[in-house]
C-alpha cells in the first residue's frame, strides 16, 4: 500500500470554556478528529462536559501536565504527580488514560523520561501563542510544512480566536491535498508505527 498521507491536529493548554468548544466546533463541521493535551489543573466540572464531547468525537485526551511549569527544575516526586493527577483526572471523565505527553515548552531530560510512562509528542508549531501572528500567517505556516505524518501544535487557550479562524481553512485545505486527519493515537498505529521511550516525536516517523 502507498503510504498513506496522515496528519495529527494537536491542541495544547486547553480544555478552555469558548476556544475549545468552537474548535470542536470546526472539527464536527468538517467531520475530522484531533488530540487535546490537557492541563490538569484546567479540569474542572466546568469543562469536563468539552473533554467528553471531545472524547465522544473521537479524539483523544493527552497529557499536557498539571500545572504547566518548567518540568526539568522539578523534583522526581513533583514530576510524578504533576502526571498521574492529570492522568487520573482524564480517566474519570472519558474512562481512558493518556497515552501522549507533551512537556509544557518543550523543556524535557532524562529524568523525565526515566518517570513519565507516556510517549513524548512535540511537533511543529506556528506560534500561535502570539497574538501578532495574524490568522493568515498560522495557516501559510502549517501548510508550508505539511508532510506525511505530519503533528500539527495549535493552542486551544482562552480567547485563542485567531487559532479557530486558522483551523477552518488548514483542514479543507488539507483534506484537498488529499490528507486523512487522525488523532495522535492513530497516526501511529495507521503508520504501523510503534511508539518508542527516550525520544520526542516531531512527526510519526521523526524524532528529535
Ligand atoms: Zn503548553
Redesign the pocket.
Known sequence: MDKQKLVALTF??GPSIGTTEQILDVLEENQVVASF?L?GQQITDETADLIRRAHSMGCSIEN??RT?SYMTQMSEEEIVEEITDTSDKIRKITGEAPQFF?P??IDYDQKMYDRIDLTFICGYGCED?EESVTAKERVRRVLEAAKPGYIILM?D?ANNIQTVEAVKEIIPTLKKQGFTFVNIRGLFEKSGIHPQHNVIYMGADEVQ
Open positions: 495544547d493548554d493535551f492541563i499536557h501536565s504547566h507533551r509544557p515548552y501563542w493552542h487557550s
